[in-house]
């Protein structure tokens, strides 16, 4: 016990580490632990978010669960440019060069920037339009368009949040990520009820739109944190003024990396917009229900991901070093241990799902919906385990367009058409959705573990 306690309090003080040699399992702890607790907080927000708005009301929920669909492409772009930052970074560390390393965040973080505003200013000037073409109501859209309005105009917080924390992931600084996410939705977190509800004579309830500037106000200030480890501290990654210059090279190869894992999310966001689309022709009710479910989902999920991404760190850094077969045991590693984490969490949502569903929306129509998406859902939950492990490990040797094609065939060929075959042809309504995100994912993962044990991904050259 005392060996386990030494070694979390390493992995929350965030030392240099060297993840090219000694204890694949220690190495995947130290980097995990941090990771972890990074999800942990921003699947407690995603829950506590819903928490308060859905004592608004249907029409915020569904508000909430319509934009998110939307932005969620704002986040895929991010995650893109987030893996091709992880994946050139952890390489420069292993190859022991923090100066090429400090060079590629700088590129990524100015290309970043550029595309966040840009995408900010389009969302906030559409933001009724996307609305509309999601398929919300008048009282949704007239309701919801300012949380809408909000959420796009902070988008470059947003962005920066998680391309920056994927450059401290890359250098095998994961506790700087994790504690600059517990700030922003801590912060978050402790304005939401204060700016939805008001707080007296003091503060105004603002209602859903609170929510907007609760999320844009704590994302703000975590990117002020991350930027003052990478332009203030003495580490493995560190911003000087000599790093501050635009490098042709190094922009194209973060497009050329980050354009695989831009398509790769994005393909995936898309098909989730169109899940929801489908839907949304069940109803607000059934889009609440759904929203609701995936938020406990994503609870499970998340910190699920931060083991995936110590497999993505582990990858990059032994290629970088030359050790393949060190990168690939690590990868098996984590997903057994993934496994066994989202099948006791899939064994707890089952039991508990209708109390669980109830502390968010307790309107009787919302408790059906939410029950049997979060049971269908659950059911695929070891599988999932496995195909974000892997699809992260491709994603941090640099071949970001093996798990890009997967997505399209498994989401797009398969995913959508099986949702609206089952949803609309046979009249399953939003079950028909339910069923189709289990068997995807599901056979998503066992097709990336076949083309994993090929052995391409070591080769690749970035």
């Known amino acids: 016990m005392q060996k386990w306690t030494a070694l979390f309090k390493e992995a929350l003080k965030g030392e240099d580490q ?18 972890i607790l990074e999800m942990v907080m921003e699947s407690l927000f995603a829950v506590v978010d819903i928490f308060f708005v859905g004592k608004l009301g249907v029409s915020a929920v569904a508000t909430v669960g319509l934009t998110e669909s939307v932005i969620t492409i704002v986040y895929s772009i991010s995650i893109g440019l987030s893996m091709a930052a992880t994946a050139l970074v952890a ?3 292993g190859e022991k060069n923090p100066k090429a390393a400090a060079d590629t965040a700088f590129q ?31 009282q949704v859209i007239a309701e919801g368009a300012g949380y809408t309005k909000i959420i796009f105009l902070g988008n470059l917080p947003i962005m920066l949040l998680f391309l920056i924390n994927g450059i401290f992931r890359g250098a095998g600084k994961p506790a700087i990520a994790m504690r600059s996410l517990w700030l922003a939705n801590g912060i978050n977190i402790i304005m939401d009820p204060i700016l939805i509800f008001g707080l007296g004579e003091f503060i105004p309830a603002l209602g859903i739109e609170g929510a907007a500037w609760a999320t844009t106000g704590g994302r703000t200030i ?39 894992g831009m398509g790769q999310f994005l393909i995936e966001s898309a098909s989730w917009i169109a899940l929801t689309r489908i839907v949304a022709g069940s109803g607000s009710i059934a889009v609440a229900g759904w929203t609701v479910a995936i938020r406990i989902v994503i609870f499970a999920l998340l ?55 109830g502390l968010f929306n307790n309107d009787p129509g919302v408790l059906t919906i939410g029950r049997e998406a979060l049971f269908v859902l659950c059911l695929g939950y070891v599988f999932f385990a496995y195909g974000m492990v892997i699809a992260q490990s491709f994603n941090g040797a640099g071949d970001t367009f093996t798990p890009t094609l997967i997505n399209v065939v498994m989401f797009w060929l398969f995913e959508i058409p099986l949702a609206w075959f089952l949803a609309v042809k046979l009249q399953w309504g939003a079950s028909g959705v339910f069923w189709s995100v ?25």
């Open 108 to 138: 990524a973080i100015a290309l970043s920037s550029i595309l966040a505003i840009t995408l900010g200013i389009v969302g906030f000037l559409q933001a009724e339009n996307l609305l509309r073409l999601m398929g919300a109501d008048e």
């Open 438 to 462: 289990a068997f995807a994912h599901s056979l998503h993962a066992l097709v990336s573990i076949y083309i994993f044990r090929l052995g391409r991904w070591k080769k690749v050259q970035v």
């Open 303 to 357: 910190p699920a991901m931060g083991l995936a991404n110590a497999a993505t760190t582990l990858v990059g850094q032994n290629l970088g070093a030359g050790h393949p077969e060190r990168a690939e045991a690590s990868v098996w590693k984590a997903a057994l241990y993934n496994a066994i984490y989202l099948g006791s969490a899939s064994i707890f949502f089952i039991v508990f799902g209708n109390p669980i569903i």
């Open 222 to 260: 975590g990117v002020l944190y991350q930027l003052y480890h990478l332009f203030g501290k003495e580490s493995q990654i560190r911003l000087t003024a000599a790093n501050l210059v635009l490098e042709a090279k190094t922009v194209l190869t973060i497009l050329i990396v980050g354009a695989g």
């Open 18 to 35: 060297d993840y090219t040699s000694g204890s694949i399992r220690r190495a995947i702890v130290l980097l995990a632990i941090p990771m």
């Open 91 to 93: 390489r420069r560390i």
